[in-house]
């Protein structure tokens, strides 16, 4: 299942060609269910809208997955500015360190006492990973959280703020963000307060900083990557 505003479509059909269509990378949603009237995907178009954001709907099915990394693989060349070709990162792996590759191959793997080998890799750009159920019973974080393994953020050629400014996994590459969105009776309201975060962030409180030091206790590195006004509404993992 997917659903898309117009600038999500545009990414889906790899037909972001114009610099006037260019709105950054999309906000994903994952939720189970999801039909056009269904009142957290109206309450997201009208989020996406006020940021004038893409945006994509997916309930998490693997076709679905599929059909988006191929949207944004095509969408990568914008992130240069000759538009001509995908930019790169340098990732260097050592099996000392890694142990194993991930599922999908990336990187050249060595043997425990071979030195490190550098490879040049081409990551795909996606916004905000939004978590929306439908019930307290619906979990779609784990699928959810795992992918965003596959994909990475960028801090440019956005209009979410300090809303990148954080990140799911940082180990192969910085993965965007998270938000899990809980079940209420106004998901219009509780969007648009993310909005107002995102664009004009509250000074941080002290809940907020020792809530981001305890975090960084199982998740070495975590707090430097993680905007302090954004605990509480990111999933930190």
């Known amino acids: 299942m ?9 990414i889906l059909d ?12 999309p906000i994903i949603v994952f939720a189970a269910e999801l039909r056009d009237d269904d009142r957290r995907w109206v309450a997201a178009l009208e989020f996406a809208t006020a940021l004038r954001a893409p ?13 988006i990394e191929h949207g944004l693989t095509i969408l990568r ?12 990162l340098v990732l260097v792996f050592d099996r000392r360190t890694w142990g194993s590759p991930p599922a999908w191959g990336v990187g050249t793997w060595n043997e425990p006492h071979s030195p490190p080998v550098t490879r040049t890799v081409t990551p795909m750009f996606c916004g905000p990973i939004l978590l929306m159920p439908r019930s307290t019973e619906e979990n779609l974080r784990p699928i959810a959280w795992a992918w ?3 994909v ?12 990148m400014y954080a990140v799911s996994h940082f180990v192969l590459w910085y993965s965007p963000p998270m938000y899990p ?15 107002k975060t995102w664009l004009a962030p509250p000074e941080p409180s002290v809940d907020q900083y020792e809530a981001l030091a305890a975090a960084e206790v199982p998740r070495s590195g975590l707090a430097r990557l993680i905007h302090p006004s954004l605990v509480g509404i990111v999933d930190l993992g």
């Open 2 to 10: 997917l659903l898309a505003n117009a600038d999500g479509q545009r």
């Open 14 to 25: 790899g037909r972001v060609d114009r610099v006037e269509h260019f709105r950054g990378p």
């Open 55 to 67: 945006l994509i709907g997916t309930d998490g099915a693997s076709a679905s997955l599929t059909l």
């Open 77 to 88: 060349r914008w992130w240069r500015s000759d538009r001509g070709g995908p930019p790169d």
């Open 148 to 150: 965003a393994q596959r």
């Open 152 to 163: 990475a953020r960028s801090t440019e050629y956005h209009p979410y703020g300090i809303g």
């Open 181 to 195: 969105i809980p079940v209420v009776a106004d998901y219009k309201k509780r969007l648009d307060t993310l909005r």
